[in-house]
């Protein structure tokens, strides 16, 4: 599969990491149930805004798209995105990018005009518009638009290749001296890691038009052969019921988020919450819900594990964690349903703590519930608490970029203690409870509650978590 990757010349924000959640959900599905996944990744390193951005700044290109580069790596490995197979950057793939330009002049679909540069003619592909759907039968023959991203509505003749501007970063080449534009990118590079037809082709659903239709008309012009045989277009999220943007206040990166104190695995959730096909409204109630769904699982699955059972197995028990695993399953084959899938899972774990309240859950249905749990998480990938590197390398970052002001004080709280310190206060208490010495213990409980320390006495044994 081949997934439209960022254009890295800012932050990538919450919507934007929607789409790659929604694909890495996806990825994680497939392999969950065997399907071996090659997945291609463009990095759009050369565009409008990225030329535009550079030469505001007094950066060089490849120094200015290196950093931006890095951030969405990171905000990737903070979401636990898998990364694919093949990172594709636009900027190393010029020679193809040409070679396909001069196939499509060789089949009559593309030309040049005076000042040199290169334009797919849309009259040389009657299918223009069948994935969209779109009426194009009012669009004007032979007039030209050459920004890389215009109104939605707009069909005509697209850049190809945009003859060199002084100040802008270019290359020489065979048809002349310039930058690719934005389309013909994902078409050279898709088709050079995955052929002239591939499976499955994904990305945010404002990129089906005009995007992914010039994609598809520049590769079938030239191989005659269906470019991608299915199609996934995640749709956008609101906030607040509204569109996000930095005019209305409501436009947040992961960052921004990670600063507020929330977790990275509960972002992670929230954004999945909904099924990609369907518009998600992103809200920070939704984001607390997500964070408490995650401490059900974590304390859920701590207590099981570290729970003392009889040996033997419980047939109703067996039978309900056979249950939520072919309903979880069910939920994911039925066009990634996210929503319904977690259900079967909170169902079990209601089911299962009542019956470990009652002394009914033995050894065997442990195993059979961890299975469910090692399922669900191989592709929602939250139950496993590694939140505290994201938040750390936030804080790293705010401090770096003098973002400071946008931390939130009970988030520094949060992080002054350790976690070998906290382990220390715990074993602490523990002794001083021991020994009766129950006001030192009712004090180191509440010093850690004022830095965000939960501790949690069952029968089980002592177990602390971070709010």
């Known amino acids: 599969m081949y997934a439209c990757g960022p254009t890295v010349y800012d932050y990538g924000h919450i919507g934007n990491f929607r789409t790659f959640l929604q694909i890495d959900i996806l990825r994680r599905f497939l392999k969950l149930i065997g399907t071996p996944v090659r997945h291609v990744m463009n990095i759009t390193d050369v565009d409008d805004k990225i030329i535009r951005n550079s030469i505001a700044s007094g950066i060089p290109i490849g120094e200015y798209t290196a950093r931006f580069e890095q951030a969405f790596l990171e905000d990737l490995d903070a979401l636990k995105v898998q990364r694919p197979e093949q990172f594709a950057r636009a900027t190393e793939h010029i020679p193809q990018m040409v070679s396909l330009i001069q196939r499509l002049a060789q089949a009559g679909a593309a030309y040049q005009t005076e000042d040199g540069s290169w334009y797919f003619r ?27 991203e215009y109104e939605k509505d707009s069909a005509r003749d697209f850049a190809l290749w945009k003859a060199a501007k002084p100040g802008e970063t270019s290359w020489d080449t065979e048809i002349g001296r310039g930058r690719p534009g934005w389309h013909i990118e994902c078409s050279a590079m898709a088709m050079e890691y995955l052929g002239d037809s591939f499976d499955l082709h994904a990305g945010g659903e404002d990129l089906m038009f005009p995007h992914h239709e010039n994609e598809i008309a520049q590769s079938e012009s030239v191989t005659h052969k269906l470019f991608a045989r299915h199609w996934m277009h995640v749709r956008f999220l609101l906030v607040d019921g509204r569109k996000m943007s930095k005019s209305e206040g409501n436009f947040y990166t992961l960052r921004d988020l990670l600063l507020k104190g929330y977790k990275a695995s509960a972002i992670r959730l929230a954004l999945v919450s909904v099924p990609y096909r369907h518009q998600l409204n992103f809200t920070f109630d939704g984001l607390t819900e997500a964070t408490n769904a995650i ?41 990634l349903n996210t929503a319904e899938a977690r259900a079967p899972i909170f169902d079990l774990i209601r089911t299962s703590n009542t019956a470990m309240d009652q002394g009914e859950l033995l050894a065997g249905d442990r195993d059979a519930i961890l299975a469910v749990l090692a399922s669900f998480d191989a592709v929602f990938d939250v139950i496993e608490d590694s939140d505290a590197e994201p938040t750390r390398a936030a804080l790293a970052w705010a401090e770096r970029e003098g973002r400071m002001k946008d931390v939130v004080p009970e988030l520094l709280t949060r992080q002054s203690l350790t976690d070998e310190a906290i382990d220390a206060l715990v074993a ?25 320390i939960v501790i949690e006495d069952s029968k089980d044994g002592v177990r602390w978590k971070r709010k």
């Open 122 to 148: 849309l009259a040389a592909f009657p299918e223009y518009g069948k994935l969209s759907k779109k009426d194009l039968s009012g669009m004007e023959d032979g007039a030209r638009v050459d920004v890389d």
């Open 428 to 452: 602490e208490r523990t002794a001083a409870k021991k020994q009766r010495n129950f006001a030192r213990a009712d004090q180191i409980r509440n010093e850690l509650a004022e830095k965000g």
């Open 295 to 335: 401490e059900r699982l974590r304390t859920f699955s701590q207590r099981i594990k570290t729970g003392n059972f009889a040996a033997g197995a419980n047939p109703a028990l067996q039978a309900a964690a056979e249950k939520a695993q072919a309903d979880y399953l069910a939920a994911l084959n039925n066009d």
